[in-house]
């Protein structure tokens, strides 16, 4: 790629992980961001995820809170562990805050969550806020 089109800091799309154990939440999160500019990627649940975390270097990561074999709060567990950097680019999206223990994960971490079911413009609004300015 000649060096005048190389992308910089200003160009750059945002590169976003978007995990979400239902094929039809994580494919509409991901149209609605990709539609906005971003890249976008997707996985099923936290293992996967932190496969593609440690192939790629993400700007925000949108997790969704239940899901099966590693949930969000585990996946928030293991970034904290052993990527502690990417908890400030950390999202939860989710339909529930019980049991208690997602409530009382949550009220310790504050860490930002978007209700499902959301509007697209929510989404949209939530993901901006979040990432650093372009």
Known sequence: MPIDHMPTAETRRALILVVDDEP???????DVL?????????????REALEKIAARSY??????LRMPELDGVGL?????RGRPTLLGRFLFVSGTREPLEYASFLEATHAPVLSKPFC?????RF?????PER
Do not use: F, P
Not at 38 to 44: G, I, L, S
């Open 76 to 80: 928030y567990r293991e970034l904290e």
């Open 127 to 131: 993901v901006r806020r979040a990432l």
């Open 59 to 64: 700007d925000l990561i949108v997790s969704d």
């Open 34 to 46: 990709v539609m906005d500019g971003h890249e976008v990627d997707t996985a099923k649940n936290g």
């Open 120 to 124: 697209l413009e929510d989404l949209r």
């Open 24 to 30: 039809l939440v994580a494919g509409l999160m991901a």
